[in-house]
């Protein structure tokens, strides 16, 4: 915590009183009519500022600036921002590191990951008990289980008003202690959604469609879907509760949209929506951090560009896979973001589960951390092995994780042999996340 009641060193190396930031405060105050209160753990400046007219600014307009020298205040820092613009509000955090700043696009999310909840309870039972314990809940997302429809997947994604909503929200029930319904709840940001820009997604003529039994079958879903236009179906893509439907032409796949979505296809209610293009820049191979050649992506199964809806994973991947003894030439080394560990750095001792996604390069790892967060038990790994024409060994994982679906078996092998027991793993493990 910040301790403003002792002596401060300025930018300038001068030692500054408690008094005089108190002095240096109240002089912007007055300079500028802007209000400053504190609270949760952070000072905010503004928001509105005065003569602030209409609405606050929509997402988008927020960046985050991180890595301020503990030493500098508002009356300097604020002059420095106001240099790109007028500031509507300016939250300066209680505790800094003393580094060189950095600053980003702030991601302006408002929806948390809730994991460990019963899977009977419903949506309204969710959004209730939600709106009871936080403040500013918009909507509560539960996706039904793939295995039985009438029970949850044991998460939901919670939808507040504002960033800051959300943020309170988290901060009440990050905890670990927090229950509800006698279970004790994980709590995290949810990843965001990917953008797609408007351009892009007027020429997608594939239709996304969750929600399916497993038992359903691709040409079950083809022949409902040519149900309202005879032939204008190229193909269909199944992936255990949900699919890609593929049309000839986009004004068929938008009809089919408005038609479909809702409809019961053996005995489950359908939900229908364009499909998220995939491209070099935005998706999976963006997720897999760059090292997944084009000629291995083909046969790993991933989606090609226009079967990108799905959610993002994180970045497992580091390795190049070899598949069949044929090694795929991968990029060059990924440049590693490293910093200097000075003297007197205070260290805490965390939990792998209590990172976020986007710190693991390792598909094993993030099956693991995607598993912990789902409630779900450990991933189990059993090597297999052949021989090749050539006298090679090649080997596979079958990837075991008990109690995936109420009834099921949950193993996932891939189809590809490898020669390394390194690549077999990570080929099992992007295999296993894939088929989520």
Same mark, same amino acid.
């Given at each position: 915590?910040?301790?403003? !009641?002792?002596?401060?060193?300025?930018?300038?190396?001068?030692?500054?009183?408690?008094?005089?930031?108190?002095?240096?405060?109240?002089?912007?105050?007055?300079?500028?009519?802007? !209000?400053?209160?504190?609270? !949760?753990?952070?000072?905010?400046?503004? $928001?509105?500022?005065? $003569?602030?007219?209409?609405?606050?600014?929509?997402?988008?307009?927020?960046?985050?600036?991180?890595?301020?020298?503990?030493?500098?205040?508002?009356?300097?820092?604020?002059?420095?921002?106001?240099?790109?613009?007028?500031?509507?509000?300016?939250?300066?955090?209680?505790?800094?590191?003393?580094?060189?700043?950095? =600053?980003?696009?702030?991601?302006?999310? /408002?929806?948390?990951?809730?994991?460990?909840?019963?899977?009977?309870?419903?949506?309204?039972?969710?959004?209730?008990?939600?709106?009871?314990?936080?403040?500013?809940?918009?909507?509560?997302?539960?996706?039904?289980?793939?295995?039985?429809?009438?029970?949850?997947?044991?998460?939901?994604?919670?939808?507040?008003? @504002?960033?800051? +909503?959300?943020?309170?929200?988290?901060?009440?029930?990050?905890? $670990?202690?927090?229950?509800?319904? $006698?279970?004790?709840?994980?709590?995290?940001?949810? #990843?965001?959604?990917?953008?797609?820009?408007?351009?892009?997604?007027?020429?997608?003529?594939?239709?996304?469609?969750? !929600?399916?039994?497993?038992?359903?079958?691709?040409?079950?879903?083809?022949?409902?879907?040519?149900?309202?236009?005879?032939? =204008?179906?190229?193909?269909?893509?199944?992936?255990?509760?949900?699919?890609?439907? *593929?049309?000839?032409?986009? #004004? #068929?796949?938008?009809?089919?949209?408005?038609?479909?979505?809702?409809?019961?296809?053996?005995?489950?209610?359908?939900?229908?929506?364009?499909?998220?293009?995939?491209?070099?820049?935005?998706?999976?191979?963006?997720?897999?951090?760059?090292?997944?050649?084009?000629?291995?992506?083909?046969?790993?199964?991933?989606?090609?560009?226009? #079967?990108? *809806?799905?959610?993002?994973?994180?970045?497992? +991947?580091?390795?190049?896979?070899?598949?069949?003894?044929?090694?795929?030439?991968?990029?060059?080394?990924?440049?590693?973001?490293?910093?200097?560990?000075?003297?007197?750095?205070?260290?805490?001792?965390? @939990?792998?589960?209590?990172?976020?996604?986007?710190?693991?390069?390792?598909?094993?790892?993030?099956?693991?951390?995607? /598993?912990?967060?789902?409630?779900?038990?450990?991933?189990?790994?059993?090597?297999?092995?052949?021989? @090749?024409?050539?006298?090679?060994?090649?080997?596979?994982?079958?990837?075991?994780?008990?109690?995936?679906?109420?009834? @099921?078996?949950?193993?996932?092998?891939?189809?590809?042999?490898?020669?390394?027991?390194?690549?077999?793993?990570?080929?099992?493990?992007?295999?296993?996340?894939?088929?989520?």
């Amino acid at each position: 915590m910040h301790e403003e !009641n002792k002596a401060a060193p300025n930018g300038c190396g001068k030692i500054r009183s408690g008094t005089q930031n108190e002095a240096a405060l109240l002089a912007l105050m007055e300079k500028t009519g802007y !209000n400053m209160v504190q609270e !949760n753990g952070q000072r905010k400046f503004g $928001g509105p500022p005065p $003569g602030w007219e209409g609405p606050p600014p929509p997402r988008g307009c927020e960046v985050f600036v991180g890595k301020i020298p503990r030493d500098m205040y508002e009356d300097e820092l604020v002059p420095v921002f106001k240099r790109a613009g007028k500031i509507y509000e300016f939250r300066l955090m209680m505790e800094f590191s003393g580094k060189f700043i950095g =600053v980003c696009v702030s991601l302006d999310n /408002c929806r948390l990951f809730i994991g460990a909840i019963p899977k009977e309870k419903k949506k309204e039972e969710i959004l209730n008990e939600m709106k009871k314990v936080t403040e500013g809940v918009v909507d509560v997302i539960v996706y039904p289980n793939a295995a039985d429809k009438t029970k949850n997947r044991g998460f939901a994604f919670v939808e507040y008003e @504002s960033h800051r +909503a959300a943020a309170m929200a988290r901060r009440r029930l990050i905890p $670990g202690t927090f229950q509800l319904w $006698g279970h004790t709840i994980q709590v995290d940001w949810a #990843d965001p959604e990917k953008e797609v820009d408007e351009e892009t997604m007027q020429r997608v003529k594939v239709l996304y469609v969750r !929600n399916l039994m497993i038992s359903t079958t691709e040409d079950t879903i083809k022949a409902e879907f040519n149900k309202f236009k005879p032939g =204008v179906v190229e193909r269909v893509k199944k992936l255990r509760d949900y699919a890609f439907v *593929h049309f000839f032409h986009r #004004d #068929d796949a938008i009809a089919a949209m408005s038609v479909m979505n809702g409809k019961c296809i053996d005995g489950a209610n359908i939900e229908v929506t364009l499909a998220k293009p995939v491209n070099k820049e935005g998706t999976w191979k963006q997720h897999f951090n760059g090292q997944i050649s084009p000629s291995s992506e083909n046969l790993l199964g991933f989606p090609n560009k226009e #079967d990108g *809806h799905q959610k993002s994973l994180g970045k497992p +991947a580091s390795l190049s896979v070899r598949l069949n003894g044929q090694h795929s030439p991968g990029p060059p080394e990924v440049e590693r973001c490293t910093y200097p560990f000075f003297p007197g750095i205070k260290l805490t001792p965390i @939990s792998m589960y209590s990172l976020k996604s986007s710190h693991f390069t390792s598909a094993a790892m993030h099956l693991d951390y995607f /598993c912990n967060k789902n409630n779900w038990a450990p991933p189990e790994y059993y090597l297999y092995s052949t021989t @090749s024409q050539d006298g090679k060994i090649l080997l596979v994982y079958k990837v075991l994780i008990p109690g995936i679906a109420d009834g @099921s078996q949950g193993y996932f092998m891939p189809d590809k042999l490898c020669t390394t027991v390194e690549s077999a793993k990570e080929l099992a493990a992007q295999f296993t996340l894939l088929h989520l």
